[in-house]
């Protein structure tokens, strides 16, 4: 019995060594002043260790200030575009438009990154607020926040794009004016009122200028309102290389609804069941007098040719 007992001794003094070396959990490490925890530690390092899988089930994860936002414009296709995106697994975003760096940007950072969603590590956080693109002081707030801010801009024809907004606007205001009186400041002399938002903002180039004081223009993405329509996943292609994700949202996640005339998702985010749009979007437009929509297109013409110079595409507006 003795013998036996000395027998198993000696085997599990190298084993149970081992098992204990590998099963229990490493002693806390006591940090010096100024070192920082061991937390982020792992989290600045790229080859920290990976997030459990609990951490998809749990709702854990960081609240990060987004890599990307969509900028604008209104009317151009923003949502669909958005609600295309977050089919992707590697992309969450933003429901409800933030509208920090333009209406809210005196509650600060802290309350902005309370606003986006958890992310694990390899997921881009993003968010979409229209607005930004046409406002003067969004350019430098966001390039205050980090200058490596990749920024998309979805496009449209302009005049189609302030017909868009004049219905919108008309589906909430049924009593104001017409179209055609509100696009000028004197219809005898067809001088353009330029500063009826509608129109303004398909001033493309002009806004753009802003932009590019703050942010190259090889970190902006220019998709078009127009092929989002026709080709969904070809634009889509695009704009997944550009966020550095693998192509995953392809030609099988959409089908084209000829009654609303755009396409649909097949499956939405968390959802089995195709998903289109809401009833706000794809609104009939009222009949505009051709001679006003005409001189809307020779005023923009200038304007949309040195935005394609600018921007290095042609988006055919002409």
């Given at each position: 019995m003795f013998f036996l007992w000395l027998y198993m001794f000696?085997?599990?003094?190298?084993?149970?060594a081992g098992l204990t070396t590998r099963g229990s959990p490493a002693p806390p490490r006591i940090l010096t002043p100024g070192e920082g925890s061991i937390v982020e530690e792992q989290r600045a390092s790229p080859d920290g260790p990976s997030p459990p899988i609990s951490s998809f089930f749990n709702g854990s994860g960081?609240?990060?200030?987004?890599?990307?936002?969509?900028?604008?414009?209104?009317?151009?296709?923003?949502?669909a575009l958005l609600e295309f995106l977050r089919v992707h697994p590697d992309v969450r975003a933003v429901g409800a438009e933030p509208h920090f760096f333009d209406r809210n940007y005196e509650r600060g950072l802290a309350w902005y990154r309370d606003l986006m969603p958890r992310t694990l590590e390899g997921q881009i956080t993003m968010e979409k607020t229209p607005s930004?693109?046409?406002?003067?002081?969004?350019?430098?707030?966001?390039s205050s926040m980090s200058k490596g801010t990749k920024l998309i801009v979805v496009v449209r024809d302009p005049v189609t794009r302030a017909i868009s907004d004049y219905t919108q606007t008309l589906s909430k205001k049924p009593d104001i004016p017409t179209f055609e009186s509100l696009t000028?400041?004197?219809?005898?002399?067809?001088?353009?009122d330029t500063s009826w938002s509608a129109i303004q903002i398909g001033i493309y180039a002009k806004h753009l200028e802003n932009w590019l004081l703050y942010f190259p223009i090889g970190q902006i993405l220019f998709v078009s309102g127009e092929r989002l329509i026709s080709d969904p996943a070809g634009e889509l292609g695009r704009v997944q290389d550009f966020l550095g994700l693998k192509r995953i949202i392809t030609d099988k996640h959409f089908y084209f609804n000829k009654t609303k005339g755009f396409p649909c998702l097949k499956k939405?985010?968390?959802s089995s069941k195709p998903h289109c749009l809401g009833k706000t979007k794809g609104r009939t437009h009222p009949d505009i007098d051709q001679e006003v929509v005409q001189r809307l297109r020779d005023f923009?013409?200038?304007?949309?040719m040195k935005f394609y110079q600018m921007t290095g595409q042609d988006f055919g507006w002409d």
């Open positions: 000696y085997s599990c003094a190298g084993s149970c960081t609240k990060r200030l987004p890599q990307a936002i969509i900028i604008g414009v209104k009317k151009g296709g923003t949502r930004y693109f046409v406002t003067k002081e969004a350019p430098a707030r966001i000028f400041k004197n219809r005898t002399t067809g001088l353009i939405a985010e968390g923009y013409r200038p304007f949309n």
